[in-house]
């Protein structure tokens, strides 16, 4: 008897403990499918100086990232084109060269046709409204996802509108304008400034300032954030405000990258970044641009405004511009008229 209560207390004893272990392994199973305990270490690529504010922006970003996800993303910085050249930095974060890379569209010509509708003329009037709508734009376009294939785009901003500088001559009328080199963003910038007489040449941003400085180029089109942030007001003399274009820039990350971090940890990021990344980037440029023009009558820089009316005789050689970008988009199979006038909509003119 005494037997026999034994047996049956070790069996229930037995079954108590197996359970106990089954349900631990399968606690430890669930908390392995919502949670990651790996720390993941990326490097983040641009080619803006390491005294740019937007490496500040991105070390914030980075920070505030590491914090959200209890240190799990950790991400190194590299300025100043350092592992990527700027036309480069797309295709490093989409074959995983890099992690995170920041750049200019215009800088790779032809492969954002779409994106680059805001490079269009006078389609921003300032940098917040210029990020939130392209960011919205590629939001409710699908045909976006194929310029951005092997990453995952961030956030996408512009630049406040681009204006005209110049070193030894005033450019008050178009005529001033013929025949003057100048230094170019984007190939429809480039469109433009042909129409207009001028001889654009396309050159990346940190090669300005010496292509000035040497006479390589008369002038440039950049936003008045330049003047101050990449030190043109040193030698520009001159300036010509036309609100003509807003450059357009990517912050991605590579897919396999994204990819490897947890769905919780992916959440975080685009909440992080996203909107909000984009309009606080284009808060930014439109304080610096703000800062730049003031810095720039401080040393003397003389500023021409083209009034309604002189704007108007430029936009009749500047706005075939925006036909010819309609027919090539549309002429590739995408939705060029839809997306044109979309962002007209979205910018209210």
Known sequence: MKRNYWNKSMLLFILIVGLGIFLAACSSESDGENSDTNVHEFDFSHFFPPTHFMEEEVKSFAAELEEKTEGRIKITTYPGASLAAPDEQFDAAATGSVDFALSVHGYTPGEFPLTSVMELPFMAKNAVSGSENLWKLMNEFEEFDAEYEGTVPLWLYTTDPGQLYTVDKPVKSIEDLKGMKIRSPSPETSEWLEALGATPVSMPMNENFEALERGVVDGTIAPWE????????EVINYATVGNFYSTTMFVVMNEDAFDSLSEEDQETLMELAGERMAKKTGEVFDQFGAEAVEQAKEKGVEI???????????????NPTIENWINNVEGKGLPGQKVYDRAVELSGN
Do not use: M
């Not at 021409?304 to 500047?318: D, R």
């Open 226 to 233: 330049a003047v101050k942030t990449w030190g043109l007001d």
């Open 304 to 318: 021409y405004e083209l009034s309604e009316v002189e704007l108007a005789e430029w936009s009749e050689y500047i």
